[in-house]
């Protein structure tokens, strides 16, 4: 695993934060960026003995956990469910970046919602409902009631992805599927059910790797 170049570890995490909110060309609610590095702070904290991330330095989660969130944070909106949460990312990570979205936060393995909750509840964030269950035991919401946004990082296939959430998406909703290399292979057979709006590389500030967005739509 690549880490942080020379530059990024003279920095402090906050300023890393900040000077990468910067160059995604976002700007944050006061206090987010405070909440940003609370967050990172439980996750560290609980990490010694959950072990929910892999990554250990603190400058390496801000630019791999904090900024690879936010950088979807265009692509996002209304009702959103993260499938496949984790320790929030990036559902929790977008919650607090920007207020008005209801998220939920979508994870199988109880050590993970059982974090999930405890930030929710440190934080004081009201626009984030922790479900603990797999997603294909999820039942269909009413029709007013689906998610605008469905969205994944580094989840499943596309066609997995899709084939599993369908049933959630709100009329006119959306996929975000965060990807790193972007395998042609794989979009073809995921047309078969989705329409794929939309494929985009990310600039993660700080992150010399291969980053992607796909947007797709249910087909008519």
């Not at 690549?2 to 906050?14: D, G, I, K, L, T």
């Not at 960026?33 to 967050?39: D, F, G, P, T, V």
């Not at 630019?63 to 929790?92: F, N, T, W």
């Not at 469905?150 to 899709?162: D, P």
């Amino acid at each position: 695993m690549q880490q942080v170049n020379h530059a990024q570890a003279q920095a402090s995490p906050e300023n890393l934060l900040a000077d990468g909110v910067r160059a995604l060309g976002l700007q944050l609610p006061p206090g987010a960026a405070e909440q940003l590095m609370a967050y990172l702070a439980e996750l560290e904290k609980w990490n010694s003995a959950y072990n929910l991330t892999a990554i250990r330095d603190p400058r390496d989660m801000v630019v791999r956990h904090l900024l690879d969130s936010l950088a979807v944070l265009p692509y996002v909106r209304g009702r959103v469910l993260d499938v496949g949460a984790g320790a929030g990312i990036p559902g929790i990570i977008l919650a607090i970046a920007q207020p008005d979205l209801t998220v939920t936060v979508l994870d199988s393995n109880g050590k993970k919602t059982r974090f999930m909750r405890h930030v929710v509840r440190v934080l004081k964030l009201g626009n984030v409902t922790v479900a603990e269950s797999r997603v294909e035991a999820l039942p269909s919401p009413e029709p007013d009631a689906g998610f605008d946004t469905v969205i994944s990082r580094a989840f499943a296939s596309l066609t997995e992805f899709f084939d599993m959430t369908a049933h959630l998406l709100a009329p006119g909703g959306q996929w975000v599927a965060m990807k790193g290399k972007l395998d042609r292979l794989e979009l073809a057979p995921a047309e078969g059910r989705a329409e794929i709006r939309q494929t985009c590389r990310l600039n993660v500030p700080g992150l010399d790797e291969d980053r992607h967005v796909v947007i797709a739509q249910l087909k008519p």
